[in-house]
């Protein structure tokens, strides 16, 4: 498990690196190269020509500009109890309104203190910068200033026009190049006067962060990290939020979340860098004191391509595209090295050509039920299989055998029907296999013929076909579970792409030709393996709800509320 979890952590880092680039690229690069990839990517020195990059910036004196330009503003500060980790559930803070002069002041005196060397602010210099006009006008935030942060102010915001708080300061902003011909929702200001740290979240827009003073350091995840990162309920006031609290996890209420970092990324934003983040890109931010930065979001195509007719295919790809990762994760490939080793001690047991009595007394007894009344085909074995071919056509063949002889032994003796042998064998069956089990790990057959190379899986059942063609349809017919089914049909894939057409076709008439009802083998093949889909996509579903959506989704769909 940690091994599988090492390796897909360094498949991506070698493919996924975020990108660093000097140079800003057009508008039309930006959107083939970059956005369209819907990965991170970083712009070394993309708003150094900024105005605000030099007027805004504290040590030269960019606090008496702001306050001069928008001082007399009133924002609508974050105030947290849990600082300096802001969390953006509405539980853990609150929105309350400042003068904009009066988060300036806190700024300039934390300057103050860092640069004389005492790096403490001392409580009453704070609250005679917010001093009340009576004890009725007290402020919550007056005794906590460390607890404020200035996180997304409206400079623009063509959603909500009404909103916008510091319109004066757009002067001083610029939009980059290769943002020229996206529709923005929204350019906000970021401020904040000591060190912060952002719960982890998401947003619904692509988002351009850009630094204009100070530092920020930013961990991202995959949406594909999602379940790891444990997305709180999706119709949640904070659903585009991690409910781990990376700063003191606890692993035995999040035990996914042990190898969140292996997934992640951290890059760090110095002044005039800017950092795309994609939408539905978890991330992380922490910021040093005095850091000033900016933000523009804007819809993504993902989305805004989505039209609401097409939300059945959708979701019909989507579930299909999560089936195929769950059925990969059922169904792991093994190496041939492994294959080797689990082999080394085979034993062969059928030598000579010789021929399993338990064969001969299989064919009998189906031959005294008349099944079908076929004669029995002539037996020959092959000197040419490999050991491993052998030992897994051995292993089928007797597997086959314990279940038809002890389902013989139930049976009653007055009993003579062909169904009634069908059903004990499958009851039989179903004591070895789990009940309702779609895992490789449960399935004995499945397991034997999953490691098997695709040539070794054609010599097998060729073999099979020629030597024990009743036990083969027993297999097919009765003993063959969903999971069991899919592994059939990825084997046939898998030599199909190893051999001619003219071997492909022969292979088929041979192995169906085996059966007496080709297309009854058939059903039983495909049938399997619709069920082993419709197990591994209910699976799921299950999962999605439980970890990606959140796990109000039942409490809503049955409570009257409104329904997904």
Known sequence: MVSNRISVRIAMEESLQIQRLEEAPSARNFE?????????????????????????????????????????????????????????????????????????????????????????????????????????????????????????????????????????????????????????????????????????????????????????????????????????????????????????????????????????????????????????????????????????????????????????????????????????????????????????????VLNNGGVDQNDNDLDQACERKDLKGKELEQRTMSHELEPLAIHALHELVSLVHHCVNAAELRRPVQSTSTTDSAASVKDEFTKVVRANSFSLEDDPVAKIIWALQPCTFRNVFLAMVKNFPRTLEALILHLLSPVGAEVFTCKFEEMDQQITEEDRNRFYQVFYGAFDDQFAAMDAILNGKELFALQVGGYSIMFVRKNWVGDDLERKMFTGSPSV
């Not at 579930?319 to 792991?332: A, G, I, Q, S």
Request: charged letters at 20%; proline letters at 6%; a negative charge.
């Open 32 to 348: 083939s190269r970059i956005e369209s990839t819907n990965f991170p990517a970083v712009f070394n020195g993309c708003v150094k020509d900024w105005k605000a990059f030099s007027k805004w910036n504290p040590s030269n004196g960019g606090l008496d500009y702001l306050q001069e330009r928008v001082g007399l503003c009133v924002v609508e500060a974050m105030l947290s109890s849990s600082a300096p980790v802001f969390y953006g559930d509405l539980r853990s803070h609150e929105r309350v309104p400042l003068p904009f002069s009066a988060f300036i002041g806190l700024c300039k005196q934390r300057m103050r203190h860092s640069e004389d060397g005492s790096g403490v602010c001392f409580e009453s210099e704070q609250r005679a910068l917010l001093e009340p006009v009576s004890e009725y006008d007290r402020k919550p935030y007056e005794d906590a200033t460390q607890q404020i942060y200035l996180a997304q102010v409206p400079i623009i915001n063509t959603e909500n026009e009404e909103r916008v708080q510091l319109e004066s300061l757009r002067e001083d902003i610029q939009m980059p190049v290769f943002l020229e011909d996206k529709v923005l929702a929204s350019t906000n200001l970021w401020m904040n006067n000591a060190q912060a740290r952002s719960s982890t979240h998401y947003d619904p827009h692509h988002n351009l962060l850009c630094i204009v003073s100070g530092c920020k350091q930013v961990v991202l995840w995959p949406p594909s990290a999602s379940a790891m990162l444990y997305p709180m309920p999706i119709y949640g006031e904070a659903s585009n939020h991690s409910s781990v609290p990376l700063e003191n996890p606890d692993f035995s209420n999040y035990p996914r979340a042990q190898c969140l970092m292996e997934y992640s990324q951290k890059v760090i934003l110095h002044a005039g860098d800017a950092l795309f983040i994609p939408e539905g890109w978890f991330h992380q931010v922490d910021s040093d004191d005095l850091t000033i930065a900016v933000n523009f979001w804007w819809q993504s195509n993902i989305v805004s391509n989505m039209s609401e007719h097409m939300d059945a295919y959708y979701l019909r790809i989507i579930l299909r595209r999560l089936t195929d990762k769950e059925m990969n994760r059922v169904l792991p490939k093994s190496s041939l090295a492994e294959m080797e080793n689990k082999k080394k001690h085979t034993c062969v």
